[in-house]
């Protein structure tokens, strides 16, 4: 299984900047897609970004324009740069990769990290 540490969350005024960083570490793996999901109290697991392997990007319409993510193929981690935050962007984020190891696919999550948006 590979582990995935995330950090960087925080508190942060609304029209502040946090950065997430998602390090994977593990023997003998291949990453290939990573990407950010949070969940808000009460509401359901959404999908914030994800990167393919080859860089290409998608980023919900409701962050796009605020976000980034983007990845370090040699360090195995992933980052998704928050901007212009909202109030309604607090929610528990979480880290996810899809990866190959011989000729098997899996995937694993981040145990999550808080981010909350208040004055």
């Known amino acids: 299984q590979v582990q995935l540490a995330e950090s960087g969350g925080g508190l942060v005024q609304p029209g502040g900047s946090l950065r997430l960083s998602c390090a994977a570490s593990g023997s003998s793996f291949s990453i290939n897609g990573m990407g950010w999901y949070r969940q808000a109290p009460g509401k359901q697991r959404e999908l914030v970004a994800t990167?393919?392997?080859?860089?290409?990007?998608n980023i919900v319409d409701s962050v796009k324009g605020r976000f980034t993510i983007s990845r370090d193929n040699a360090k195995n981690t992933v980052y998704l740069q928050m901007n212009s935050l909202k109030p309604e962007d607090t929610a528990v984020y979480y880290c996810?990769?899809?990866?190959?190891?011989?000729?098997?696919?899996?995937?694993?999550w981040g145990q999550g990290i808080q981010v909350t948006v208040s004055s």
């Open positions: 996810h990769v899809n990866y190959r190891r011989g000729s098997y696919r899996y995937e694993s």
């Open positions: 990167i393919t392997s080859g860089d290409s990007t």
